[in-house]
């Protein structure tokens, strides 16, 4: 009893001592933050309310987390709402998808889509296989042909993660699709999987420059001799940051990224606003054909659309200088497309939505007998079946995702990409934090996004009366306007048609697998 009572009353007077001891640092730390803050002069908050004045910015900080998870409703975030975020966690992770009781979709919200559905859809007898895309076909010595809608948008390995282009790379492989690299050059992860690749050239030249920073041909023709490596796309420009190179904190580049980039490590990776050889049409054309006559494979452009009085130079440089000097692809991207890191200017304000650039371009090149030529990928939050849907309607013929497949990796939207503190392992390369990212598990989840988007976009297609996916036109959709009412594609853009100058010269349509007619028109 007495052992007792002495435990107790040493543990009551340690416990006091303790106490005593942490009222005194608690004192002594407000006292030094008082002084500091009253005496630094950089915010005005500390200054005028010292102490009382840093949970501002405490509140400040933890405001995005309460925002996402209590307060947010499922359809109110940016730049992707819970909604869209969990269809695609669900769509990744293979389970029901499916909602109940009724819609919590507006149908009046400026912006969004309506499908217009068919009297008669197709049985399932009577629909088709997604046809097959060709690129480059009659141009390049190795043409890539694909029959999947929806691929990987470029991501550079650097911006993401080793443990995350693995899983990229191994989910692209199962789900049939290509992986982009992005202007990061090509790194062994990429090649892990074996998947197909397309592979990215930045005004930096990352991966395939030479010591004076310009295009080595010598390396060009090794990375086409990679049977893995399907195609090659120029960057112009990225739709978060048109006009500005790529952006890399030196907190990111690691020995390993600086190697594969050929640059020095711990130091900001940025590259050059364009690519300093190509400043007129003719420059981009003579680029794009020199690539493809020593790489031997497709080649296209990426770029986002700004300005458009180029677009007829470009095609009138095309007839005159010969189908061969055209793209094999223009890859669209949208303004608001994503990145790792941009200028706020530039990623709010600078370029068009897709919705706009993409009929424009199309009808562009159907007013100048190029569309069969040139096909056309587009990329730009489309991380959801009605986005990839629409864009086929407006004449897409591929669409690309990065975020999407971000999200299906595990990305949470905690807008830390530029920090080097993604919590869930994506976009940092802090090992500890990609200890959580399990390649062989997360390129499941890759592989099963990809296949449950293509086939929605398939149901949509069929719900609209179509056999297959690359049948859906303008007419099949309409827009909610401003007035909140459903307003057709068809009359916002309509269907443009061939000029008469252009219409015996164009490239003979190809046919291709599991086309047939429209069970409606």
């Not at 608690?26 to 006292?31: G, T």
């Not at 300093?276 to 680029?287: F, N, R, T, V, W």
């Not at 493809?292 to 009085?309: H, L, M, Q």
């Not at 999200?407 to 905690?414: D, K, N, R, Y």
């Amino acid at each position: 009893m007495d052992a007792l009572q002495g435990f107790t009353l040493a543990f009551l007077e340690f416990s006091a001592l303790l106490l005593a001891f942490i009222l005194i640092a608690v004192i002594v730390a407000v006292i030094w933050m008082y002084v500091a803050d009253v005496t630094q002069t950089e915010q005005t908050i500390r200054r005028n309310y010292p102490v009382i004045g840093r949970f501002r910015y405490f509140f400040e900080t933890l405001g995005e987390f309460f925002r996402q998870y209590f307060f947010a409703m499922d359809r109110e975030e940016l730049p992707f709402n819970r909604a869209q975020r969990t269809w695609v966690y669900r769509s990744a992770k293979n389970i029901d998808s499916t909602v109940a009781f009724g819609s919590t979709h507006p149908l009046n919200r400026p912006g969004d889509w309506i499908f217009l559905n068919g009297l008669f859809p197709p049985l399932h007898e009577e629909v088709t296989p997604t046809s097959t895309l060709s690129f480059g076909l009659g141009y390049a010595r190795v043409p890539y042909s694909t029959d999947r809608l929806f691929n990987i948008s470029a991501m550079s390995f650097g911006a993401i993660s080793a443990p995350a282009i693995e899983a990229l790379s191994q989910g692209a492989r199962d789900a049939g699709i290509w992986l982009n690299t992005g202007e990061g050059a090509l790194s062994p992860y990429h090649l892990e999987g074996g998947c197909d690749i397309v592979f990215q050239i930045g005004t930096a030249k990352y991966g395939v420059r030479d010591e004076n920073g310009r295009l080595s041909d010598d390396k060009l023709r090794a990375l086409a001799e990679l049977p893995e490596i399907c195609m090659f796309e120029l960057k112009l420009s990225q739709g978060a940051k048109p006009g500005k190179g790529g952006i890399l904190p030196g907190a990111k580049v690691t020995d390993i990224i600086a190697s594969t980039r050929g640059i020095p490590a711990g130091r900001d990776s940025i590259s050059p606003n364009r690519h300093p050889e190509i400043d007129s049409i003719e420059d981009l054309l003579d680029m794009l054909h020199h690539i493809r006559e020593v790489t031997g494979k497709p080649t296209g452009f990426k770029a986002v659309i700004g300005s458009t009085d180029w677009l007829d130079e470009f095609c009138v440089a095309v007839h005159a200088r010969g189908m061969a000097y055209a793209p094999d692809f223009i890859t669209i991207d949208s303004a608001d497309g994503g990145t790792g890191a941009a200028p706020q200017s530039l990623i709010d304000y600078m370029g068009l939505p897709i919705r706009k650039s993409l009929p424009l371009v199309v009808d562009k090149l159907v007013e100048y007998g190029l569309r069969e030529r040139i096909k056309v990928i587009c990329s730009g939050k489309m991380i959801n079946p009605s986005g990839v849907a629409a864009a086929l309607c407006l004449g897409a013929d591929s669409v690309n995702s990065a975020r999407g497949f971000m999200f299906a990796l595990g990305c949470v939207q905690a807008l830390q990409c530029n920090r080097n503190t993604c919590p869930t392992g994506i976009t940092t390369h802090d090992e500890e934090l990609q200890r959580g990212l399990v390649p062989a598990d997360k390129a499941r989840r890759v592989a099963s996004y990809a296949r449950n988007m293509h086939h929605e976009v398939e149901m949509i297609a069929h719900s609209c009366g179509l056999r297959e996916p690359r049948q859906l036109r303008r007419h099949h959709a309409q827009v909610i306007n401003e007035m909140g009412m459903p307003e057709s594609l068809q009359e916002l853009w309509p269907e443009a048609t061939v000029r008469e100058e252009y219409r015996n010269s164009q490239p003979p349509a190809r046919p291709t697998a599991g086309t047939g007619p429209a069970l409606l028109p």
